[in-house]
Each structure stands twice: as structure tokens, then as C-alpha cells.
């Protein structure tokens, strides 16, 4: 239904419209426990062999969403009865912040991908953290946390802190954001000493609770071998649990539009199709070099269950769903769960 109905209906809208317009739909058709049981019956994939332990935290099933498309926790028991194993909301920051200037958004459909540059708009830590105390189901949340745009570097770590103490009771893991190419100097936090600087004050921090919560590294697609060699490093020194691999890139190379109509729409992250390959590489990357170390949530232009399982037999433990989702809709979710259940038999 959505393909054939919803989807030519919200893409007659400019994309962030688009945007809200779904959640209002949401809300209006999940908003109580009888639409969410109906829409779970119907799209949920109920299986004890789709489940997997990680982390200390059992997942129901393996595809979630990933974050960007719940920023404010707005929506997240809605979105849990479509399927999904787990949702993660933000990125948030410690101030709210209304994020770049619109448009910012993007649709390419003929490469079935989007090209944002968002900007960490969200309404606070803060506020995301009120709406997660009257979470209404059993749906696993993380937290996928980021700094203020007006937060200088040397002070980065002061703005992680802030939104890991505000989420800590909330949210089941974390999720660092260093990687988004839309907020200046961010993927600077990426580099050896600042990184392995912020997730040694988390992980502090982490240590002094009665029962710490997994904290994970979300990166970008456009790190070098060595760099992703340093990721590697970082990752074992530190002890955090795992990685999110990966966030969108600021490569154009696969996309069929002119060159012209590409600049024209400026500055960004893409998502989607064209990521697809370069994700799975990442993934595939990690876990050999890493001697499959840790464990790494794999998302990146999952557009179909073959692409899904593509990315679960390079290594990926988990899956998340951002642009695939809104291109294909919540029947994704199910079908890559039923293509997980198929290769058991």
C-alpha cells in the first residue's frame, strides 16, 4: 500500500514537509495500542530464531532504524509497531537548535537516495529525554548523541557529556556521533586523539554507573584503510562496544544526475542506493582487520532484503534502515526479516 498509495502522495511534497506530514500520519493511525497491534500483526515477523543478543541487550529482530528520521523521540513507539527491532532517535544536542538554513533536504529518485544537510536540528536533549520517560512499549532505544554547532571542538566533549547524563536512564545504548558532514569541523572528531579523548570521558562516566550502558561509534563512509585502521585501534583501547557503519558520505560519484543539477543542490550528506556498496566494504573492512572484534550495526543503502543479508554476510550484526525505508516503506522491514528466517532453513 505504501509504494502504490502513500509514497506518489508524499513525494508530491518537498521532502522535510514530507517528512512531517508522516509523522502526523503516524501519530493519527499508531497513536493508540489498537492501531499499533493491528499494524504489528500485519508487519511484524514474530520468530525466537530472528533474535540476537548483543551487547547485553536482546534485540527481537535485527533491522532498526537508524537515526535521523526520529531526531526528537517523537515517534518512536508509532515506528516500533512497523517492525523494527529497535529505533534509535536523534542525533541530539545539548541546546536545541534549529539547523541549517531550508531547503535542506533532498530527493534524487532515479538513484533512489536523498542528500541532506540537516544540521542537527532537534529541540534539545532535553526535551527527546521527557517524551522517552512516557515510552509506551518495550521498543529498545538508543541514543545517537552529537555537539551544538556553536560548540568548538576543544569543548566537544562537555556536549556529549551532557546529553550521555541526560539520556542515560531512557535509552538502552549509545550512540556517538562524530561523523555527519553537515555540522563544520565535526568529522575532525573522527581523528586519533580527540576521539579516543571523548570515549574515554564516556566510557568514565559509563564506569561510575550502577550498570553501564553500551556506547557505540558511528562513522563515516569516506575514512581511509589506515584510518579505519585507526578506528579499529581506538575502539580496542577504549573499550566501547561497538560500531555504526555507516553515516552518509559526501561522495557524488555514483550518482546518474548532470553534474550541474548536483552542485546546484550544494553541500550535504548522501544516503541511499549509491551508498550501498561502499557501507558493505566498511563493514566487510572492520570485521576482518578487527579479527571480528567488537560488534558493528550495519546501514547504508538497504534497499532490499538481498542487500540486507549482503551486509549481514560481510560481518554486520544488526542492520538499520533510514532512506531505504522512506523509498520502500515498512514492508522492507518484513521482508528482510522473512529473507533472514528463508536462509535458516
Given amino acids: 500500500m505504501y509504494k502504490w498509495l502513500l509514497k506518489p502522495v508524499l513525494f508530491r511534497f518537498n521532502p522535510e514537509k514530507a517528512h512531517y506530514l508522516t509523522f502526523d500520519l503516524l501519530k493519527l493511525a499508531l497513536g493508540n495500542a489498537l492501531g499499533r497491534g493491528l499494524a504489528g500483526s500485519i508487519l511484524s515477523v514474530e520468530d525466537p530464531r530472528l533474535e540476537k543478543e548483543l551487547f547485553g541487550i536482546r534485540f527481537k529482530n535485527p533491522v532498526g532504524l537508524a537515526a535521523g528520521l526520529d531526531k526528537d523521540a517523537k515517534a518512536f513507539d508509532e515506528l516500533a509497531s512497523l517492525g523494527f527491532g529497535f529505533i534509535e532517535i536523534g542525533t541530539v544536542t545539548p541546546k536545541a537548535q534549529?539547523?541549517?538554513?531550508?531547503?535542506?533536504?533532498?530527493?534524487?529518485?532515479?538513484?533512489?537516495?536523498?542528500?541532506?544537510r540537516m544540521g542537527f536540528n532537534n529541540e534539545g536533549v532535553d526535551a527527546a529525554a521527557l517524551r522517552l520517560k512516557k515510552r509506551k512499549t518495550h521498543v529498545i532505544i538508543g541514543g545517537n548523541i552529537g555537539k551544538n554547532k556553536v560548540t568548538p571542538n576543544e569543548e566537544a566533549i562537555a556536549d556529549y557529556e551532557y546529553s550521555f547524563r541526560a539520556l542515560f536512564d531512557v535509552v538502552d545504548y549509545f550512540v556517538v556521533n562524530v561523523s555527519s558532514p553537515n555540522t563544520p569541523n565535526l568529522r575532525a572528531l573522527q581523528d586519533k586523539e580527540p576521539l579516543t579523548a571523548l570515549l574515554n570521558r564516556l566510557q568514565e562516566l559509563n564506569s561510575k554507573k550502577a550498570k553501564r550502558k553500551p556506547i557505540l561509534l558511528k562513522i563515516a563512509p569516506d575514512l581511509t584503510d589506515s584510518q579505519l585502521d585507526d578506528i579499529i585501534a581506538i575502539v580496542k583501547e577504549t573499550g566501547i562496544d561497538g560500531v555504526v557503519a555507516t553515516n552518509t558520505t559526501i561522495s557524488r560519484e555514483l550518482l546518474t544526475y548532470p553534474k550541474a543539477e548536483i552542485d546546484a543542490i550544494g553541500a550535504g550528506g548522501l544516503s541511499g542506493k549509491p551508498l550501498t556498496k561502499r557501507s558493505t566494504e566498511v563493514i566487510r573492512y572492520l570485521k576482518q582487520h578487527s579479527g571480528n572484534a567488537f560488534p558493528v550495526i550495519g546501514v547504508g543503502g538497504i534497499h532490499s532484503a538481498q542487500d540486507a543479508l549482503d551486509k549481514l554476510n560481510a560481518g554486520a550484526d544488526l542492520l538499520q534502515l533510514y532512506t531505504g525505508f522512506i523509498y520502500e516503506g515498512p514492508a522492507l522491514i518484513k521482508k528482510i526479516n522473512q529473507a533472514i528466517l528463508n536462509t535458516q532453513k
Fill in 98 to 116: 534549529p539547523g541549517n538554513d531550508k531547503p535542506r533536504l533532498f530527493r534524487l529518485p532515479k538513484d533512489e537516495a536523498l542528500i541532506n
